[in-house]
C-alpha cells in the first residue's frame, strides 16, 4: 500500500512512525516566541518596535485629527447600546426558571455597583480594538446580602504592561506583569482577575494587532506633508506687496541740499510711509496711500523723453503655482486612506463630493463594525466577568447569565412611522396600549402615552 503525503513528510522529518496524537492534546504550539515575558515580534520600523510604540501611538491619537476624530466617533457610538442581562434557559423547554432570572438580576445589581459607570468600562475595553489588546482588573467586594459582587473595574494601561506569562504551548496568557509609572515597582496580575480583550484577527501575539500599527506609517506621511506644506506657505511670494520709489534719485537730493533740513525730513517721511504700507498685516476701514504719478524721464541726445513706468508705484508679487494644490490632494488622500483604516470614512463624505445613499451605506457598514465590536466585548464580560462571579459565589453553572448588547443602527422615525400606517391601512391596527405607540414617542423624543382608560378599552 502506498505511503500517504504525510506519512512520507514524517520520514522526511525524521519521523518513522507517524506521531500519535490524543484528542485531549494540543498537537502545535503558538506562533509567538515569548522569551523571560517579552513578546518577540519581527518589527522592522523603530517607531512601533518595543515600547516606543506606545509613544508613537499616543502622539497619532492626539495630534492627527482625523485619527482622534474617527477613535472618539468609533467608540462613542460603541457605548451607545443599552447593555441587559439575559437569563439563562435551564428548563427542557428553553425557558427560564424563577432562579435563573433571580441569577440575572443579581448580575444587574452587581453591575450597577460597580465603582466605575458601564459605558466607561465599555469605552475603556473598546480600545483593544485600536491598541491590539486591552487590559483591566476587577476587584471583588463582600455584600451586604453577604454575596461576593464587583466594587470597581479599574484600567491598566498597554505601556504599563511590562511582561507576559504565557502557556509555552498552548500561548494562553495565565497572567501579565505590571510596571508602575510613578516607582517602577512590578505587580503581578494573574489572568482570573482580569477582563483581557484582544484583536488577534491578523497575529496570535498576546499583544494583538490594533489599527493604530496599521496607521503608524500613513500618519507619519501625513506629518510629512502638512510641515511640506506650511513651508511652502511660508517661502510663498505670492500677493506679496512691493512698493516703488525713486529712492537712489531722492538720496541724491538729500545729499546735494544738506542745509535744507525740512527737505530731507519730508523724503524720509515718504519713504518711511511707504515702508510702512507694504508691511501692513491687514488692511482697516480707512487703509489708503497717495503716491506722486510722475513719471521717469529719459535725457537723450534729441531731447526729453517720458517713460511709462511711474517713480512711484504700488503692486502684488505674482509667479506660478508652486505644487500646493497637488500636496493638498495628497494630504487629502491620506487622511482618507487612514479613516478607511479606522472605518469611519464616513467622515470624509462630503467634503468634495456624496450622497445621502452612500453615506447611508458607509454609516450601515461603521454599525456592522460596532456590532460585531460589541459582541466581542460580551463573550469577554461572559466570560471573565459572570464567569468569575460565579466561581466567587460557588452558584451553579445552569443558572449562568449573559450580557446581551442592543445593536447600534440608525432608526427613521419618519420610515417607523409609515410602515406603522401601512400596517393599519393592510388592517393590522395598532392597540391603544401596543409598545410601539411608546417605541415612537421615545425616538420623538416625547413621553410615553397615558394608561389607557379601563372603560375605553371594554374592560
Known amino acids: 500500500m502506498p505511503k500517504s503525503p504525510l506519512s512520507s513528510l514524517f520520514s522526511l522529518m525524521g519521523f518513522e512512525n507517524k506521531p500519535k496524537v490524543s484528542p485531549y492534546q494540543e498537537a502545535g504550539v503558538s506562533g509567538t516566541a515569548v522569551y523571560g515575558g517579552f513578546v518577540q515580534n519581527a518589527e522592522r520600523n523603530p517607531v512601533v518596535a518595543g515600547y516606543r510604540r506606545y509613544e508613537t501611538f499616543s502622539d497619532i491619537m492626539i495630534n492627527t485629527s482625523i485619527v482622534a476624530a474617527g477613535m472618539r466617533y468609533f467608540l462613542g457610538l460603541a457605548t451607545e447600546p443599552k447593555w441587559t442581562i439575559v437569563p439563562a434557559a435551564d428548563l ?157 534719485e531722492l538720496e541724491d537730493i538729500k545729499r546735494t541740499n544738506p542745509q535744507d533740513e525740512k527737505l530731507g525730513q519730508n523724503i524720509d517721511a515718504a519713504i518711511a510711509a511707504m515702508r510702512s504700507f507694504v508691511q501692513t498685516q491687514a488692511k482697516d476701514v480707512n487703509t489708503g496711500l497717495l503716491l506722486d504719478s510722475t513719471p521717469f524721464k529719459n535725457i537723450q541726445a534729441d531731447g526729453h523723453s517720458w517713460s511709462s513706468s511711474l517713480r512711484w508705484g504700488l503692486e502684488l508679487l505674482q509667479g506660478n503655482s508652486t505644487g500646493i494644490e497637488h500636496l493638498g490632494e495628497s494630504i487629502e488622500r491620506t487622511n482618507f486612506e487612514i479613516a478607511r483604516v479606522l472605518g469611519v470614512e464616513t467622515l470624509m463624505i462630503g467634503q468634495s463630493s456624496g450622497s445621502r445613499a452612500l453615506s447611508e451605506d458607509k454609516s450601515r457598514n461603521l454599525y456592522i463594525q460596532v456590532n460585531g465590536m460589541l459582541v466581542d466585548m460580551a463573550e469577554v464580560f461572559n466570560r471573565d466577568l459572570i464567569g468569575s462571579l460565579w466561581t466567587l459565589n460557588g452558584f451553579d453553572n445552569r443558572l449562568k447569565p449573559r450580557f446581551r448588547p442592543s445593536e447600534v443602527s440608525f432608526i427613521s422615525v419618519e420610515q417607523v412611522a409609515a410602515t406603522l400606517r401601512d400596517m393599519a391601512t393592510a388592517g393590522h391596527v395598532l392597540a391603544a396600549d401596543d409598545p410601539a405607540i411608546d417605541f415612537v414617542r421615545e425616538l420623538l423624543g416625547a413621553p410615553h402615552a397615558p394608561e389607557p382608560d379601563p372603560a375605553l378599552m371594554g374592560v
Not at 491590539?132 to 504592561?161: C, F, M, V
Not at 506583569?177 to 484582544?198: A, D, H, M, N
Open 92 to 248: 427542557p423547554d428553553g425557558q427560564s426558571s424563577d432562579a435563573a432570572k433571580e441569577a440575572a438580576e443579581f448580575v444587574e445589581l452587581v453591575r450597577h455597583d460597580i465603582g466605575t459607570s458601564w459605558h466607561r468600562i465599555v469605552r475603556r475595553s473598546g480600545m483593544y480594538r485600536f491598541y491590539g489588546y486591552a487590559i483591566q482588573e476587577w476587584q471583588a467586594s463582600k455584600r451586604e446580602d453577604g454575596l461576593i459582587g464587583i466594587a470597581n473595574i479599574e484600567a491598566r494601561p498597554q505601556h504599563t504592561i511590562w511582561q507576559w506569562d504565557i502557556d509555552p504551548v498552548s500561548g494562553q496568557v495565565k497572567g501579565v506583569v505590571q510596571r508602575s509609572p510613578q516607582t517602577g515597582e512590578l505587580f503581578c496580575i494573574p489572568r482570573w482577575k482580569l477582563i483581557y480583550l484582544v484583536d488577534d484577527t491578523l497575529s496570535d501575539s498576546p499583544e494583538g494587532l490594533g489599527l493604530l500599527r496599521q496607521v503608524a506609517e500613513p500618519a507619519e506621511r501625513l506629518k510629512e506633508y502638512l510641515k511640506i506644506e506650511g513651508i511652502g506657505f511660508d517661502r510663498d511670494l505670492r500677493g506679496t506687496p512691493i512698493g516703488r520709489a525713486p529712492i537712489a
